[in-house]
């Protein structure tokens, strides 16, 4: 099982981004999806989550500017990225609890994409 996210990229502050994020593998169960992110010199931080039935979370920090969202037949969490500052600019991850072929939950992270968000 792996994650493969797309998305990252340079964009103006004020600007939008999407990140996607597929699952793949042998997959029996795909359950709280999210996105992380580690700007340099900090510590990750959770940017949103999502369980397989819809809840959703965000910190302060992008609450009413970031959404999250899935799609379970495509194993794919997506996260769009509006109204953008400088500050968004980190390293960001997925990441995904999934039980592959009838084992047990583990935990999994994407390579991570770069976004650079620019004055």
């Known amino acids: 099982v792996q994650l493969v996210e797309s998305g990252g990229g340079l964009v103006q502050a004020g600007g939008s981004l999407r990140l996607s994020c597929e699952a793949a593998?042998?997959?029996?169960?795909?359950?709280?999806m999210a996105w992380y992110r580690q700007a340099p010199g900090k510590q990750r931080e959770l940017v949103a989550s999502?369980?397989?039935?819809?809840?959703?979370n965000y910190p302060d920090s992008v609450k009413g500017r970031f959404t999250i969202s899935r799609d379970n037949a495509k194993k794919s969490v997506y996260l769009q990225m509006s109204s953008l500052k400088t500050e968004d600019t980190a390293v960001y991850y997925c990441?995904?609890?999934?039980?592959?072929?009838?084992?047990?939950?583990?935990?999994?992270w994407g390579q991570g994409t770069l976004v650079t968000v620019s004055s």
């Open positions: 990441n995904a609890h999934i039980v592959p072929e009838r084992t047990v939950e583990y935990v999994y």
């Open positions: 593998g042998s997959i029996f169960s795909l359950n709280r």
């Open positions: 999502i369980t397989n039935s819809g809840t959703i």
